[in-house]
């Protein structure tokens, strides 16, 4: 029993060790210009059997279960955090690139596998669905804070949080004919037609009932509220699968409705959503760390025959997908070879990797082996010079300005009450008006200002300037109408008049 107990507690200081050391990692990774995702999974082969032989881990089916895990959590923060203004304009190519684009991709990648690796015709299909894919995890990892065009950050997104669905339904139709004796093609197309509309359709309920449960249901304490939200992410997940539809494309349509509504407690639920997003990815990638074997997988042959098809991938199979995939689409030259370059890989190859190895496909272990040396150089690669290219490109926009001043609020209980956050910017029409002239509703009232990093003490003659941050106390019932007046802004045009009617005064 004491020995039990003293092998629990190990394990525990181990779990904390592993957690600080990952936290810590992420410090230095834009320092190294190495996307974190990486070092989480460096950390995870430190302490695994090959390095320092802290844990042994060969579980396969914990490995698949723990990772889908993550990607629920991971896709349902990304998701939330997508605004709808900027991907609906650019839903037709993002699902063009997530459905054509990963059967090009796919195509271009098995062929090569075929005869790089020289595996059967249908284990190297099998190897390029596993890799068709961008990856969400990575994608949302990577870009998050940088200062990519709108246009171009919201394809990425869109583009990884809806590709899953055809790599998967490529992946598990490629192991059904390599292990079954029978198929039937015309069942298999029509699945994934369910799928996508299966799980577009729960997606679009769930999301809807979750939206309307955070805001209609009066909880005791404002903490349940990002708990309550992460339970409608897992149940929109779980009805999905029972009818054999995509979850995961599921739980991102869902996370985009509910990250787009007016919510109870909204800053509560994404700072919530954004830390339980970043303990998924530490625990995902140190555990696909633990599960990889370096003995194996860094071996002259698998070296060489991965770098050859990661080139194959990098440089052949996503430009001409990309290329072929927006060629009805208004996207320039540059930013076609942008979006190319940044179709990263990452945590679903691994995942979908650990398929054939639950089936046992012939050939599993090297391809799994292969997908993951792919997937390093894929996000070392890209995943560091993301940035690099898109200057290069002339593809930066404007210093995306992320909120770095917050307020944290006790629950406020049945007071119906809670406090907005808005960065103020040039063109609003709120600058130069002072407080008193700015006709707020009755039940709202401006609460403190930070300006050039320090508080500024609201009165009645303070006037408000670009760059403030303002902390609003709003009741539910006005909120809408707070938010109406505070992003107004300056008609187009109207300057060069104000401007003209000044002169001719």
């Known amino acids: 029993m004491i020995h039990e107990i003293i092998e629990s507690n190990q394990f525990i200081m181990l779990v904390s060790l592993l957690l600080i050391m990952s936290v810590v990692v992420t410090k ?220 995961l494309l599921s739980v991102y349509v869902a996370a985009v409705l509910v990250g787009n509504t007016e919510l109870a407690y909204r800053y509560s639920i994404l700072r919530f959503h954004e830390g339980f997003g970043w303990m998924a990815q530490i625990l995902m990638f140190i555990l696909l760390g633990l599960f990889v074997f370096p003995s194996d997988v860094f071996t002259g042959t698998i070296i060489f025959d991965g770098l050859l098809i990661a080139l194959v991938l990098i440089a052949v199979a996503r430009p001409v997908a990309t290329y072929l995939s927006l060629v009805f689409f208004k996207f320039n030259w540059k930013e076609k070879l942008f979006l190319s370059w940044a179709g990263l890989r990452g945590a679903v190859p691994i995942v979908l990797a650990i398929f054939p190895l639950l089936t046992e496909v012939e050939n599993s272990q090297l391809m799994f082996n292969v997908v993951f040396f792919i997937v390093i150089v894929s996000t070392v690669a890209q995943g560091s010079s993301i940035t690099w290219v898109a200057e290069k490109l002339k593809l930066v926009s404007e210093m995306k300005t992320n909120p770095i001043h917050s307020l944290e609020l006790i629950s406020i209980g049945k007071a119906n009450v809670e406090i907005m956050q808005f960065d103020v910017s040039a063109k609003n029409l709120i600058v130069g008006q002072s407080l008193e002239n700015m006709e707020l509703p009755d039940k709202a009232l401006i609460n403190a200002i930070i300006r050039d990093g320090e508080v500024i003490t609201p009165y009645g003659q303070t006037t408000i300037q670009a760059g403030d941050t303002l902390y609003i106390m709003v009741t539910k019932r006005v909120k809408k109408e707070v938010k109406t007046l505070l992003e107004a802004v300056e008609e187009e045009g109207s300057k060069e008049n104000n401007f003209n009617e000044k002169n001719r005064a």
């Open 28 to 247: 230095f990774s834009s320092r190294l210009g190495v996307p974190s995702l990486v070092l989480f999974i460096g950390v995870g082969m430190l302490v695994g059997s090959d390095g320092l032989g802290l844990l042994y881990f060969d579980n396969a089916e914990v490995a698949q279960v723990v990772g889908i895990f993550a990607l629920i959590v991971i896709l349902f923060e990304g998701g939330m955090q997508t605004k709808w203004e900027s991907i609906k304009q650019v839903i037709g190519p993002s699902v063009t690139l997530a459905t054509c684009g990963v059967i090009i991709t796919s195509t271009i990648v098995g062929v090569a596998a075929k005869y790089i690796l020289g595996i059967s015709w249908l284990e190297a299909f099998l190897l390029g669905s596993i890799v068709g894919s961008t990856d969400a995890a990575a994608v949302f990892a990577v870009l998050k804070g940088k200062n990519i065009r709108n246009k171009l950050e919201a394809t990425l997104e869109a583009e990884s949080g809806t590709n899953d669905p055809m790599a998967v339904f490529l992946t598990i139709s490629f192991i059904q004919i390599l292990t079954t004796d029978n198929t039937n093609f015309a069942a298999m197309a029509g699945s994934f037609f369910w799928q996508m509309g299966g799980g577009l359709a729960v997606g679009l309920l769930i999301g809807y009932g979750a939206s309307y449960a955070l805001n209609r249901i009066n909880l005791d304490s404002s903490g349940l509220y990002p708990i309550f939200a992460l339970g409608f992410a897992f149940l929109t997940y779980g009805a999905s699968s029972l009818i054999q539809a995509s979850g």
